[in-house]
C-alpha cells in the first residue's frame, strides 16, 4: 500500500512540476516604473507647469497682505512712543488682527494647493494606469505590475520606456 501511495503522490508533483513550468512559460509578466512614467509625461509637465503659475498668483496674494502686515508694523514702531495708551493698545490689536488674517490664509492658501495638487496628480496617474492596462491587454500580459513591488525582475519585462511613449503619443 505504501509503494502505491508513494507511487501516486510522486505522480501527482511529477504533474504539478510539469504543469508550473508550462505554466510560468506561458504567462507574461512586466513591469512599469510609474513614477519615472510619470515624471516624462509629456502633459504631467505641462500641467505642472500651469499649477506652478497659480501658485505663484496665490503667493502674490498672500504677499500682498505681507507687505500690508509690515507696512502696518514699520508704522506701529515709528509712532508707538508718542502714541497715547489707548491708541497704541488699538494699532497693536489692528496689527494682532491682521496677522492673524495672514496666518489663516497663508494656511488657506497651502491646503487648497495641496488638495489640488494630489487632484492633479491622482487624475494623471489614473490616464497612466488606464494606458497600461490597455497595452496590457492587448499584448496578452497576465500581470504588470508597478516596479516599487518588484524586488528582481529581468530588463526584458520593463515596459516604462514602452509606456513613456504611448502616453506621450
Not at 508550473?20 to 510609474?34: E, H, M, P, R, W
Not at 492633479?120 to 505590475?145: D, Q, W
Amino acid at each position: 500500500m505504501d509503494k502505491i501511495k508513494k507511487m501516486f503522490l510522486t505522480g501527482i508533483f511529477s504533474s504539478l512540476i510539469f504543469a508550473g513550468t508550462a505554466f510560468s512559460q506561458t504567462v507574461k509578466i512586466g513591469c512599469v516604473d510609474l513614477k519615472t512614467v510619470f515624471d516624462r509625461y509629456e502633459k504631467a509637465k505641462s500641467v505642472e507647469a500651469d499649477f506652478l503659475k497659480k501658485v505663484e498668483t496665490k503667493q502674490k496674494e498672500v504677499g500682498v497682505m505681507e507687505e500690508k502686515i509690515k507696512k502696518m508694523q514699520a508704522e506701529y514702531e515709528q509712532k508707538k512712543d508718542v502714541m497715547k495708551p489707548e491708541e497704541k493698545s488699538k494699532k497693536e490689536s489692528e496689527l494682532k488682527e491682521e496677522i492673524k488674517k495672514f496666518a489663516d490664509k497663508w494656511t488657506e492658501v497651502n491646503k487648497e494647493l495641496d488638495k489640488e495638487r494630489k487632484e492633479l496628480e491622482e487624475e494623471l496617474l489614473e490616464e497612466i494606469r488606464k494606458e497600461v492596462k490597455a497595452y496590457g491587454e492587448k499584448n496578452g500580459f497576465a500581470v504588470i505590475l508597478d516596479s516599487r513591488v518588484v524586488i528582481y525582475g529581468q530588463k526584458s519585462v520593463d515596459l516604462t520606456e514602452q509606456m513613456i511613449k504611448i502616453v506621450n503619443k
